[in-house]
Structure formats: structure tokens, C-alpha cells
């Protein structure tokens, strides 16, 4: 993941600066709709050099009426630092943050179709044992996969896909 360092550390300021002011409920709000939405459009032009922080800045600021003003300067500040383009990736940071925060853990599963509500809760349950917190789970679909999982918390990575199987066949032969 392009700069997920850097993007940790934004999300860590922000979230440290959430709890210090009492306003980690209303940031986490806009969190949640920035991330949100990024997920469901497309906004490539993020990602675009040839425009300008600036007007990256008032797109964002236009679609998203509703942010705090805390929230507001976080953007402008990423707008001046040349960072804007991570807000997607800072947004997911900011996530893992305030669930750590909560006592619950960040669980990614990848799988080649959506999994099925029993798949995730089942998924849930064992991970909160194993982790010794509550897990929430996000289900990313990678149909690459070709097909089992890859599960994803903050220290462990299982892959059980069958690509990753094929690899290894392939790397023996």
C-alpha cells in the first residue's frame, strides 16, 4: 500500500488529537462518511498530478458539507502538505486506531466471493479468541483469489487462498 506509513502517521495525529479535544465521536462521524464514500465512488482524481491540491481540496470540501471544522483543516492541512491523496488510506488508518482505542480489532477477509453472513460471524467469533478482542471484520472481494481466504490483523496474516497454493505448487516443480 502506496504510503501507508505516512498515512498511519496522519491518521495517529488526528486520532490523538480527537481524544485530547473530545471530539473523537464527531471526527470519527466524518471518518466513517469519508471512508464510506470513497469506497463507493470513484475518485481517481485524487490520485491525478496534474491537479492541483487546491481544487483537490475543494471537491472534497464541497462533497463532504456536513464535516466538522476539525475535520476541515485536517483536509486543508493534507492539501498543503501534498498528502491529499492519501485520505482514503488515512481514513482506514484513523479506523484501526479507534477500534484499538475501543478494545477491538481491525479483520480483513479476503475472499474470492462476498462471504455469507454465517461466513463472517463464524470468521468473528474465532478471531476474537484468538486475538482476545472483539474482531470486526471487513470483507474486501479479490476474485483473483481464484478461491479459499486471506485473513488480516494488525500482526498476523493467514492466506489459505488458492492462488497463493498454486504459487508455491508452481515454485516446487
Known amino acids: 500500500m502506496r504510503g501507508n506509513k505516512t498515512s498511519a502517521r496522519y491518521?495517529?495525529?488526528l486520532f490523538q488529537h480527537a481524544m485530547e479535544s473530545g471530539k473523537e465521536k464527531e471526527i470519527s462521524k466524518d471518518i466513517s462518511l469519508i471512508e464510506e464514500t470513497l469506497a463507493e465512488t470513484n475518485l481517481s482524481f485524487l490520485d491525478n498530478p496534474t491537479i492541483?491540491?487546491?481544487?483537490?481540496?475543494?471537491?472534497?470540501?464541497?462533497?463532504?458539507?456536513k464535516l466538522s471544522k476539525t475535520t476541515q483543516n485536517f483536509i486543508q492541512l493534507l492539501s498543503k502538505k501534498k498528502r491529499i491523496s492519501l485520505i482514503s488510506e488515512i481514513a482506514k488508518e484513523y479506523r484501526k486506531f479507534l477500534l484499538a482505542h475501543q478494545g477491538e480489532e481491525y479483520v480483513t477477509l479476503?475472499?474470492?466471493?462476498p462471504a455469507t453472513d454465517k461466513i463472517k460471524k463464524l470468521t468473528m467469533d474465532i478471531?476474537?479468541?484468538?486475538?482476545?478482542k472483539k474482531a470486526?471484520?471487513?470483507?474486501?472481494?479479490?476474485?483473483?483469489?481464484?478461491?479459499?481466504?486471506?485473513?488480516?490483523?494488525?500482526?498476523?496474516?493467514y492466506d489459505a487462498s488458492v492462488k497463493t497454493h498454486l504459487k508455491k505448487i508452481k515454485q516446487n516443480i
Open 11 to 13: 491518521a495517529k495525529a
Open 136 to 157: 470486526v471484520l471487513h470483507n474486501i472481494i479479490d476474485t483473483s483469489l481464484i478461491g479459499g481466504f486471506i485473513i488480516r490483523t494488525s500482526t498476523v496474516q
Open 110 to 113: 479476503i475472499t474470492p466471493v
Open 127 to 132: 478471531l476474537s479468541k484468538i486475538v482476545e
Open 52 to 65: 492541483s491540491e487546491s481544487n483537490k481540496e475543494k471537491v472534497l470540501l464541497t462533497s463532504f458539507t
